[in-house]
């Protein structure tokens, strides 16, 4: 498949521990935020989303924090399985444009 | 990738020559981009539109042109390929609010 980064931060977890993966994003005026998971050889994947005017979003298995003060995202991923190996980015929304701009990413490994 | 495809999926192409990508989307969704996405640079917008025959640039658009005829495909043209474009590129869609949803991507490789 597509390598999506030669050096992209990495982070091996145990099968069945929980995994956290953070992310910085550059506007303060920004107040939609996504990730995606991208696996090796497919595109992007939507995986949850939060606005800013909440500071935790849970899904299945998966929760979006957000802390405004210091421009701080993070994706919580519960009992880890093997398929969730990936490389998984943040976005956040460019104010006034319906556009998004996406962080570099970071390649989680589950270690079985 | 459910609504939306690109083709071709793999293309191998010559420094000089044009080719045209295609995404089409089932979803009636309003908003359509095309990103790149190379090592060390993530996914970069090249072109978004957000109508029938409404295209505006992205930041890195230069060598790369867009049509939206009808709502359901968007095009992007390298009007005269280069190595430097040699990339995976990425259709996306997106609807009133923010999200977006990605194509399964085409492996472009310029000689």
């Known amino acids: 498949g597509e390598s999506v980064g030669l050096h992209l931060p990495t982070l091996s977890v145990q099968e069945g521990d929980n995994s956290i993966i953070n992310c910085a994003y550059s506007n303060s005026a920004s107040d939609y935020f996504i990730w995606y998971k991208q696996e090796s050889g497919k595109g992007p994947q939507f995986i949850i989303d939060?606005?800013?005017?909440?500071d935790k979003r849970q899904g299945q298995r998966v929760t979006v924090l957000l802390n405004k003060t210091v421009k701080h995202l993070s994706l919580q991923i519960a009992a880890t399985q093997p398929g969730d190996s990936a490389v998984y980015f943040c976005a956040e929304n460019m104010p006034g444009a319906q556009k998004l701009v996406f962080g570099q990413g970071t390649r989680l490994t589950i270690n079985p | 990738d459910a609504g939306i495809t690109q083709s071709p999926r793999h293309k191998v192409t010559e420094t000089g020559t044009p080719v045209t990508l295609r995404c089409h989307q089932t979803?009636?969704?309003?908003?359509m981009y095309w990103y790149r996405q190379d090592p060390g640079h993530g996914l970069r917008l090249i072109h978004y539109s957000y109508g029938v025959k409404d295209t505006d640039k992205g930041e890195v658009s230069d060598g790369y042109s867009v049509s939206r005829s009808k709502t359901e495909d968007f095009l992007l043209t390298l009007e005269s390929a280069t190595s430097s474009q040699t990339s995976v590129y990425f259709c996306?869609?997106?609807?009133?609010?923010?999200?977006?949803?990605f194509g399964p991507g085409t492996r472009l490789t310029v000689t």
């Open positions: 979803e009636n969704h309003r908003y």
């Open positions: 996306a869609i997106g609807g009133i609010s923010y999200e977006q949803y």
């Open positions: 939060i606005r800013s005017n909440m």
